[in-house]
């Protein structure tokens, strides 16, 4: 592979990455203020904390991916868990499952509302766009995945420019106020926390424990890799696109800390952008932005469980892969579909809630203790690669 297709698969899997996490509930500004700015001033240095947590496992589990040949989440457990497989491997399958009810819903619910704001159209009408946008782009698989998730990040990061930038220039004095506010320990509103370091660090750990929950996602990126060292660089650039998108809104989004108005608003970006500077023209944006975001989250995470799903079928080869992809794709996409439409997602979110608890258990504790296991092991040596 020539230098260019090196840098090139390297940015399209960083991009999958960031696509899979800035969705629409990171364009709202809505999880900015739930797991950092509500902790007060530790949120302008704990982004850089999750992002690392997050690229480091999602490092070390595709790099596994790789070695071993496994491409999709279920062949990768069934390999890396071992003796352990009928347990653990089980238990992602539920969890993931679980996601792909609730991510790729919220992506038609979220999704659809803004559209809908947008042009006036009826939610289901809305709703069934992004439907078949998603569902035409997993149809076409990985590759097409890739390329769209690339097309997307380079969209949402010149969006997030164009709305942050311009406010924090224009609201320095007033994000440099509410830093000095929350370095003596008083709270942006509506937070309940103490501004302590602990309770910083532990928001930031769940948020990156959260998003490693997608980690079975990534895996299927890394059968056009052909050097390991591609893994290494997505990571890099992953961490250094993400933490510094994330770092962005914190800065700016602190302009409206402390603002009586933050209590009311579902969406704090949009309040930053009515109380900064382009209203008129960045209020759309925020909307495309809040679309965007929402649709890659849902290509991404139903992308993960077609892959799957497609090499379980295909596994005798007897069947069509294309016509197994093609069923797999519109059966998840209807699930996602159906939940927004009927009212489920709250249903759905009470196991969301849980999700956090699971991933310590099925990902974060077995990703440790092999790599404690297989440390002083070369990499010719380490020929069980399972959780022993």
């Known amino acids: 592979m020539n230098r260019h297709n090196f840098h090139s698969l390297a940015w399209g899997i960083a991009f999958v990455g960031f696509t899979t996490q800035f969705g629409g509930g990171f364009a709202s500004g809505a999880q900015i203020y739930q797991y950092f700015i509500n902790f007060g001033v530790w949120a302008l240095v704990m982004p850089f904390l999750a992002q690392f947590l ?26 890396f868990y071992g003796r352990f497989r009928s347990v653990f491997s089980n238990l992602y399958e539920i969890e993931y499952f679980v996601m792909v009810c609730m991510a790729p819903a919220v992506a038609f619910a979220t999704g659809g509302s803004t559209l809908q704001a947008l042009t006036g159209l009826p939610y289901f009408t809305c709703t069934l766009i992004i439907g078949i946008f998603i569902f035409l782009i997993t149809l076409f698989g990985t590759d097409m995945v890739r390329k769209c998730s690339s097309a997307l990040s380079i969209l949402i990061i010149v969006g997030m420019m164009l709305v942050l930038i311009p406010n924090i220039i224009v609201q320095w004095d007033t994000i440099a106020n509410a830093i000095q506010k929350l370095g003596a320990g008083i709270m942006p509103v509506a937070s309940s926390e103490s501004g302590g370091f602990f309770g910083a660090l532990k928001s930031a750990c769940i948020y990156g424990i959260f998003q490693i929950t997608a980690i079975g996602l990534m895996y299927q990126h890394t059968q056009k890799v052909s050097d390991e060292k591609e893994i290494k660089h997505s990571m890099i650039y992953m961490f250094l696109i993400d933490a510094l998108v994330m770092e962005l809104a914190v800065i700016g989004l602190l302009a409206i800390a402390f603002l009586p108005e933050l209590a009311d608003y579902d969406v704090p970006m949009l309040l930053l952008v009515q109380s900064g500077v382009g209203s008129k023209i960045l209020t759309p944006i925020i909307s495309v932005l809040i679309i965007l975001g929402a649709v890659s989250t849902g290509v991404n995470m139903i992308a993960g469980i077609v892959e799957r799903t497609t090499n379980r079928i295909t596994k005798n080869k007897k069947s069509n892969r294309k016509t197994a992809t093609f069923l797999s794709a519109l059966v998840f996409t209807l699930l996602a579909f159906g939940i927004a439409q009927f009212g489920l997602i709250p249903l759905v979110r009470t196991g969301y809630s849980y999700i956090g608890y699971a991933t310590l258990l099925v990902i974060i504790l077995p990703f440790v203790i092999h790599f404690i296991s297989h440390i002083n092991k070369k990499p010719q040596e380490d020929s069980s690669h399972a959780v022993k």
């Open 54 to 79: 997050m690229s480091l496992f999602y490092w070390y589990g595709m790099r596994y991916a790789y070695q071993n040949k496994t491409y999709d989440y279920r062949s990768f457990s069934d390999s």
